[in-house]
């Protein structure tokens, strides 16, 4: 296993001298007796879009949430912008926040708000937004970029799954964040609006020169999206890589990731 | 993903008593934050007080009914059926219009809170709104519990004139009173010391409703099932509160007013 990770990593193409925005070291974090991330490490660089996988329950939510500071680590280093996002204090922490967008896996979109409003709310709230015609601009934007300007007055209750996340979406993009995380972004969704969603990560990847961490099951996901993926096994990641390069790969559980792929 | 942990009652009990100071120590921080929610505020001023209205309109007229129809009997046996609005009015102001109003105001108000909240948490909209930076303490928490605080102590108000109105019917269809003269006794009977003390205790039953519904809600765990426990357990906590309330209240009261 360490030799793939070290053959995967020699071939690995990240880019070089670019900025690091996130850099994790021997990060560690138990609830209980279980000791879901054991020692990760992982470095993304700005422009750059990582995906991992990995079985439930092997702590890639948890990883990410560590990122925006939901959830302190045990042990380790969690390094964003080259700050230490545990020793942050709460006005550091909304700041860093801001920088960053989070997609839940099931949109988490407000309920008791119109697609519209919960548009308005990080712009009003967040961003500290006033001027209504800059408001509303930025509303239509970001709907328009998801294509989901038809469902601006909608109740999130009178959307589908897949229009929900791409509201979500739209939501996490309005911001401008220089970091999204994706939390299984594509869970649940039919394969054709399953890559309306790759395609859409893809473009706002090109469009706003995001760095984004994407956490998904779906490996046409993780194909169109990733330009470097990162597979998690029992705490710790066990090997990385393009998407092609471990698609080669002889292990056997990183083969078994792509067994059904062509 | 987060296993639960286990760990023995009374360390949790401590865990849940510090998690709520804390809690209403950031409340209280959050109130003078900057940047207040004036419109979700007024949003649930709406919600909460108008929205009940009809509900503790209802029950308080029956209350006032049902008191005069239970007294009568024995105050006309002393020969002391004059004394029916003034024993309503004491009754009704002082203890049974704050309490009963604000135990309905529980099973509605700190239910629907409880409910609400928890199940943002289940659909991690409670997640979404921190990690966008906002602030979900000062737009959640703070609208609804100052918008309790504030609203139970009108509906106890309202709902204290209408139990009055309610008595003066029920008495009126067996005497045959005067809504002035009925009406003039239940004032006289009533003095500063009665309306007072029971107004400021409604404040303290309107914080209890929303700090219970709005901690059960924020505490709930994730899963569908937790949505009906954070609502139940809001409604029986927030019951417990008032009459714990209450207790203290009538002490202090007792002390001040009547030696």
């Known amino acids: ?44 660089h700005r422009g750059e879009n990582i995906v991992i996988l990995g079985r439930s329950g092997t702590g890639k939510s948890v990883t990410i949430q560590c990122i925006v500071g939901m959830l302190k680590p045990d042990g380790g280093s969690v390094k964003v912008f080259g700050d230490e ?86 939501r996490t993009i309005i911001v401008e964040p220089e970091i999204i995380l994706y939390d299984e972004p594509t869970t649940g969704l039919d394969p054709i609006t399953s890559r309306e969603i790759s395609d859409l990560i893809l473009s706002i990847q090109k469009k706003q020169k995001t760095s984004s961490i994407i956490i998904t099951h779906d ?44 | 993903m987060a296993e639960e942990v286990t760990m023995p009652a009374w360390k949790r009990w401590f865990e849940n008593i510090g998690d709520q100071v804390g809690f209403f120590f950031k409340f209280f921080k959050n109130i003078f934050a900057g940047g207040f929610e004036w419109s979700e505020f007024v949003r649930q001023c709406y919600e909460i007080g108008y929205r009940s209205m009809m509900l503790v309109g209802i029950t308080s007229f029956i209350m006032g009914v049902v008191l005069i129809v239970q007294l009568r009997p024995t105050l006309v046996t002393f020969g ?10 004491v009754s009704f102001i002082r203890e049974i219009g704050p309490v009963i109003i604000a135990i309905i105001c529980a099973g509605k108000i700190a239910s629907s809170i ?44 309202i709902g204290d004139a ?15 009173i005067s809504f002035q003269l009925y009406f003039t006794k239940v004032i006289a009977a009533l003095d500063f010391t009665d309306f007072l003390p029971a107004f400021i205790k409604t404040i303290f039953f309107g914080f209890a409703i929303g700090f219970v519904g709005c901690y059960k809600g924020f505490h709930s765990n994730k899963g569908t099932e937790s949505v009906g426990i954070a609502a139940n357990s809001a409604v029986v906590t927030a019951s417990l509160w008032i009459f714990v309330i209450d207790a203290i209240a009538v002490q202090i009261t007792s002390l001040l007013f009547y030696k």
């Open chain 1, 1 to 44: 296993m360490e030799a793939e990770k070290e053959k995967t990593g020699q071939k690995q193409q990240a880019p070089k001298k670019q900025e690091v925005v996130i850099a994790i070291k021997g990060l560690k974090k138990s609830f209980g007796t279980k000791h879901v991330l054991k020692n990760i490490n992982l470095q993304l």
């Open chain 1, 85 to 170: 996002v545990a020793e942050m204090d709460d006005k550091e922490l909304k700041s860093l926040r801001i920088k960053i967008g989070f997609l839940f896996q099931s949109g988490a979109l407000y309920d008791s708000m119109t697609v519209r409003e919960n548009l308005e709310f990080p712009l009003t709230r967040v961003l500290k937004l006033k001027d209504r015609a800059e408001i509303d601009k930025r509303v239509e934007a970001a709907l328009d970029s998801v294509g989901l300007l038809d469902a601006i007055d909608k109740m999130p209750s009178d959307l589908s799954g897949g229009m929900r996340k791409r509201a979500g979406l739209a």
């Open chain 1, 219 to 262: 490996m046409e996901c993780a194909r169109i999206a990733s330009d470097r993926v990162m597979i998690m096994d029992d705490g710790e990641y066990i090997a990385e890589g393009s998407f092609d390069e471990l698609h080669k790969s002889k292990d056997k559980i990183v083969g078994s990731y792509f067994k059904d792929i062509l």
């Open chain 2, 80 to 89: 002391a059926a004059s004394m029916l609005p003034k024993t309503l009015s």
């Open chain 2, 114 to 157: 409880g409910a609400e909240l928890g199940s943002m948490k289940v659909t991690e909209q409670l997640d979404a709104m921190e990690v966008s930076g906002a602030n979900s303490i000062q737009y959640l928490v703070v609208t609804r519990i100052l918008a309790t605080t504030i609203m139970v102590p009108i509906l106890s108000v």
């Open chain 2, 162 to 176: 209408i139990g009055l109105f309610g008595g003066f019917l029920a008495l009126n269809i067996r005497d045959s």
